[in-house]
């Protein structure tokens, strides 16, 4: 078992491959109550086609989050109920990336990590159960569906990307989950729930010694087949937008209102992912932060309210921005920040702009510190990328105003700008 | 490793309370001022604009935008405003929260800059002819409307709104903390002025410190701000009125929904200061408060009637909210298993394994109050205005002990006073 002290947030981490790849984090924070565990695959919504060896599988949109719908159901036991019984709550979520089951517990925490693993690692998929879950998924999707804050945001994403999967909902579509079966659950699950495509992260009130030797135990008394390199493979997918404006009306009471720059460069990993993820959430702060003129006077013009955002997601194989909110006036919002746009491609970031975002980002990285699930949660995902949560300061302090008004006019490109909007219906 | 300490140091300076909590396992130091008013017709709604107004300017940062600027530069330190309904008190937050010296580069030091900032937003407004700037009052009294609307437009939070107006008529609890939509156009920046002069500034002020603070040096740095805000008199928190029920009423709403809303309201006849507070808390947990509570169990798992159902309980006011989003067809039926269900806990139908997980759920909910700042001081002000403090120990040594007859005996007090069902417009009541 590795340790690594963090002396600039005073934390420890301790790490271990086991034998059968799976990876494992564990870190103690003195003085708290709760433990909280994630266990993780690298294995999304967006993984439908991969291959290993001589087996080329391509599965129907949505099998990852129906894999993890039926994860908890089990021959005998009710997987909830197993967690209660020790006082934690469990639950679990898929993304475009990853799924993650997860529990928190102030008591019993041994008890409740075995039944995390031995959970995860024991499927148990027929057709029957399958079939029943079709119903429930199919009226989560209609949820999503009725939602105009989730409309808005995916209609923007299908605006930017013509056929990356990133395009289409995380649950999939009414349609596409009606082909799933318990074999193809079952492919899946081989493929991507081996451990050495997995991490356990533990964090809170523990003693790390003797949760990695309870984990060791657990996973030596259980076999895993061997599995070679997993391909995945992601349609091609042009620079350019695929739809630049996408406006709908909805049942609401407000206009909601994104914009969206698409990602040229993709195919990073590691510390310039990291960087690169830094650089642009300054840009956006200095551009629509609260502290900066533009916010102050779309909010002076009673344009936006207390909602409106911005933010960057980065990964390996896509990368966008997003910007907006709830509106009075879509049409003068996009065009007053169309307005800024232009202006921040004229003028650059000053030092003392950069500097001031630089501190504030330090400041709400510390504040996120002290949520375990943001340790959990931030680190594996991270840690998918080839990233380091904790190298976060120290990448801070090495960006250099250059790098980030070279940002500054390479990222927030007209031509790869996409907008959303929804509008109320008559 | 079970600490079990909410250990909150209180220092009263002229007339207000300082609460401070000296720990190093946060990253950050949470500074909150709670300001506290009687919920009141004349005055409820200028209390919900006032915040939102003082964040706008003040003396030495007159633009939101300067404030902003000077919160970056405290390493983003974050700053919000928030308005709340505590028992029948309305309480104005400002909170603030910044990182800790010993995550900073050297000689930074943040805690007394934030306290000064914190005093100047409340003690130094931006005053324009005996008033507040009209640009920033008209746009706050806009933004108040539309958080209005907003709760409008969620049918729940709307449903509730409504039972709670219903039930309480005539007493302060059937406000809103976010004051009434009317009397917003009406407001001048000379009222809001006055009303801040002469009302907010003289009611009982709870001041928390989360982090690495120790009580004197925090008492030190806020001096300045309790000389200017000093209050005479006793510190007094608006003790709640209970009503005895006669007989439960029913109100009937109709509007524009796709799923009905069914909620009833109960007086419990428990507040946090009775002895009996604890069963109350636990009886909550079984009925209705978690996915293995009987209202989860027999409204949504065996009889698919809702998606939701759960019970919510309000102990500084001493009622009891039960919520479900049902089939308009299924009013009765789903109103008559939530009884049912009352009186199986009453008549002591509790088995081994539901007392069992409900006190397991509840004890753990309670233990991870210790790793939030926010959730620390929400438990201690909750206290202070409820007027009984106990320790966590305390509350978690009482849960273990408890029997189902507590419970029964808990569930028996519980009265239904109102049956509220927000439903489609002209349907048929089975």
Excluded: W
């Excluded at chain 1, 087996?55 to 099998?63: A, M, T």
């Excluded at chain 2, 935008?65 to 530069?73: F, G, I, P, Q």
């Excluded at chain 2, 007394?112 to 920033?136: K, M, N, R």
């Excluded at chain 2, 700042?373 to 002990?401: C, F, K, P, W």
Aim: net charge negative; with cysteine; aromatic share 10%.
């Amino acid at each position: 078992m590795k340790e690594r002290l963090f002396q600039n947030v005073k934390e420890t981490l301790y790490y271990e491959q086991l034998d059968n790849g799976l990876q494992v984090f564990i870190l103690p924070k003195q003085g708290f109550s709760k433990t909280y565990a994630t266990f993780t695959t690298r294995y999304g919504s967006i993984d439908n086609h991969f291959q290993s060896g001589e087996q080329e599988v391509q599965v129907p949109d949505g099998i990852a989050h129906f894999l993890e719908h039926k994860m908890f159901e089990k021959e005998q036991d009710d997987v909830f109920h197993l967690f209660s019984k020790y006082g934690a709550s469990a639950n679990a979520f898929t993304s475009f990336d990853r799924t993650s089951y997860l529990f928190s517990c102030t008591d019993q925490v041994e008890e409740n990590l075995t039944t995390l693993l031995d959970f995860v690692q024991n499927p148990y998929f027929t057709e029957k159960t399958v079939e029943k879950e079709k119903g429930i998924i199919a009226q989560e999707i209609n949820m999503y569906d009725d939602n105009p804050d989730f409309r808005v945001y995916f209609n923007l994403l299908q605006g930017m990307y013509h056929h990356h999967p990133v395009r289409i909902y995380v649950a999939g579509t009414v349609n596409s989950i009606q082909e799933i079966t318990a074999d193809m659950l079952t492919t899946c699950y081989n493929f991507f729930y081996h451990p050495s495509n997995m991490i356990l992260f533990i964090v809170g009130a523990l003693e790390p010694q003797t949760i990695m030797d309870l984990v060791k135990k657990n996973q030596a008394d259980k076999t895993f087949p061997k599995l070679g390199e997993i391909e995945r493979y992601y349609p091609f997918e042009p620079e350019s937008v695929h739809q630049p404006v996408t406006d709908i009306p909805m049942a609401v009471g407000i206009n909601k209102c994104l914009i969206g720059f698409k990602e040229r460069n993709n195919g990073l990993t590691g510390k310039e992912l990291l960087k690169r993820e830094l650089v642009t959430q300054i840009v956006l702060d200095v551009l629509l932060g609260k502290s900066s003129p533009l916010y102050e006077q779309l909010y002076n013009e009673g344009l936006i309210g207390e909602d409106f955002g911005a933010d960057y997601s980065g990964e390996f194989t896509y990368g966008y921005s997003v910007i907006g909110g709830d509106t009075t006036n879509p049409d003068s919002l996009i065009e007053k920040l169309n307005e800024g746009i232009q202006r921040l491609h004229q003028t650059s970031i000053t030092l003392e702009q950069f500097e001031r975002s630089r501190k504030k980002k330090i400041g709400g990285f510390l504040r996120s510190l002290n949520s375990l699930e943001f340790f959990a949660n931030q680190f594996t995902k991270y840690t998918f990328n080839e990233i380091d949560l904790f190298d976060i300061l120290d990448t801070l302090d090495e960006i250099r105003l250059d790098e980030v008004n070279e940002r500054r006019v390479h990222h927030f490109d007209r031509n790869q700008m996409a907008v959303s909007i929804i509008r109320p219906q008559a | 490793m079970l600490t079990t300490g909410i250990d909150f140091k209180t220092i009263n300076h002229h007339g207000n309370n300082i609460h401070t909590l000296h720990t190093s396992k946060f990253k950050t130091t949470t500074i909150q001022v709670h300001v506290s008013l009687p919920l009141q017709e004349e005055h409820v709604t200028k209390a919900a604009l006032i915040a939102n107004v003082l964040k706008r300017g003040n003396v030495p940062y007159p633009t939101e935008l300067k404030l902003r600027e000077r919160l970056d530069d405290l390493y983003g330190a974050s700053f919000d405003v928030d308005v709340l309904k505590k028992g029948e008190n309305q309480v104005v937050v400002f909170q603030m929260e910044i990182a800790q010296d010993a995550y900073l580069p050297k000689g930074s030091s943040l805690l007394q800059e934030a306290i000064e900032l914190l005093s100047a937003i409340i003690l130094q407004p931006v005053v324009v002819e005996e008033g507040f700037t009209p640009a920033f009052v008209q746009i706050e009294k806009e933004n108040l409307v539309k958080r209005i609307n907003s709760i409008i437009d969620d049918k729940i939070r709307f449903a509730n709104l409504r039972a709670t107006q219903e039930m309480c008529m005539g007493e302060p609890y059937a406000l809103s903390a976010l004051g009434i939509k009317e009397e917003i156009d009406g407001i001048t920046p000379q009222d809001l002025y006055r009303f801040y002069r002469e009302i907010f500034l003289k009611q009982s002020k709870d001041i928390y410190v989360v982090g690495v603070a120790e009580s004197t040096r925090v008492k030190g740095l806020f001096l300045d701000f309790l000389e200017q805000a000093k209050f005479e008199g006793e510190i007094s928190y608006a003790a709640p009125i209970d009503k005895p029920v006669h007989e439960p009423r029913t109100v009937i709403e109709e509007l524009e929904v796709t799923q009905g809303k069914l909620h009833l309201g109960f007086r419990t006849h428990t507040l946090l200061k009775d002895d009996d507070y604890v069963p109350m808390l636990v009886f909550n947990g079984l009925f209705g408060a978690y996915p293995h509570s009987k209202l989860f169990i027999n409204v949504r798992e065996k009889e698919s009637l809702a998606y939701y159902a759960v019970s919510r309980l309000e102990s500084l006011k001493g009622i009891m909210m039960v919520m479900s989003g049902i089939e308009f067809a299924n009013y009765e039926k789903a109103k008559g298993i939530i009884l049912e269900q009352l009186d199986q806990v009453r008549s002591g139908a509790i088995s081994d394994e539901e007392l069992t997980q409900t006190k397991a759920v509840l004890i753990n909910q309670l233990r991870e109050i210790q790793d939030s700042a926010y959730a620390m001081i929400d438990y201690h002000y909750n206290s202070t205005i409820g007027e009984r403090y106990r320790s966590l120990e305390e509350v978690i040594g009482e849960i273990q002990s408890m029997q189902v007859e507590d419970i029964a005996k808990a569930a028996a007090k519980v009265e239904l006073d109102l049956v509220y069902f927000l439903r489609n417009k002209g349907g048929n009541m089975e």
